[in-house]
């Protein structure tokens, strides 16, 4: 089964990464913010919003997101690892 997402990142910079394999990226929109507070964003901050389908046994990369991101799980389960400190933090979204 895939993984299939909403994602709504604050992207402030680029970022190293890795190619990502078995993943589908559909941009849904683009914009800068202008809200007066009411997302939690620096003002002029780039946000994207993007349907992404992954592949099972399929992988982003090792990316990182400096403004943050916002994820929603349609299907399957995602996995999340974070560099906290010296050690790896591993956090599992599922759609259940």
Request: aromatic share 4%; charged share 5%; net charge negative.
């Amino acid at each position: 089964m895939g993984l299939a997402g909403l994602v709504a990142a604050a992207l402030v910079g680029p970022g190293a990464a890795t190619p990502p394999s078995g993943l589908v990226n559909t941009p849904l929109a683009r914009g800068t913010n202008s809200s007066d507070g009411t997302i939690p964003l620096q003002a002029g901050t780039d946000v994207v919003v993007a349907t992404i389908t992954v592949q099972l046994g399929g992988s982003s990369g090792w990316h990182s997101h400096p403004g943050g991101a916002i994820v929603i799980v349609k299907t399957g389960a995602l996995t999340v690892y974070e560099a906290v400190g010296n050690h790896c933090q591993i956090s599992t979204y599922s759609a259940d």
